[in-house]
């Protein structure tokens, strides 16, 4: 069966970077489009980043844009969400997402 399994979250000081991971098992991942998505404390999730399946094509939520980088390695089933100069307000759980699938997310804390 379809499974996402998000790692790479922790605690990071306001400015720090965090590289976070979603391995995907049970599909083969290279010829869907993949997303980032993020739901803080008190907050309805929302779309963090999209990558195609070629990876050529990708789109940010405005909040990230230029912070945050998606990326993918289809031959290792594999898609990446880097963070850099990360804000508080990026303090969620980030889920990785396909096709009406999620994992069980990985916590992100920013905070000094």
């Known amino acids: 069966q379809v499974q996402l399994v998000e790692s790479g979250g922790g605690l990071v000081q306001p400015g720090g970077s965090l590289r976070l991971s979603c391995a995907a098992s049970?599909?083969?991942?290279?010829?869907?489009?993949m997303g980032w998505y993020r739901q803080a404390p008190g907050k309805e999730r929302e779309l963090v980043a999209l990558i195609s399946s070629g990876g050529g094509t990708t789109n940010y939520a405005d909040s990230v844009k230029g912070r945050f980088i998606i990326s993918r390695e289809n031959a290792k089933n594999m898609v990446y969400l880097q963070m850099n100069s990360l804000k508080p307000e990026d303090t969620a759980v980030y889920y990785c997402?396909?096709?009406?699938?999620w994992g069980k997310g990985t916590l992100v804390t920013v905070s000094s």
């Open positions: 049970g599909f083969g991942i290279s010829l869907y489009a």
């Open positions: 997402y396909f096709s009406g699938y």
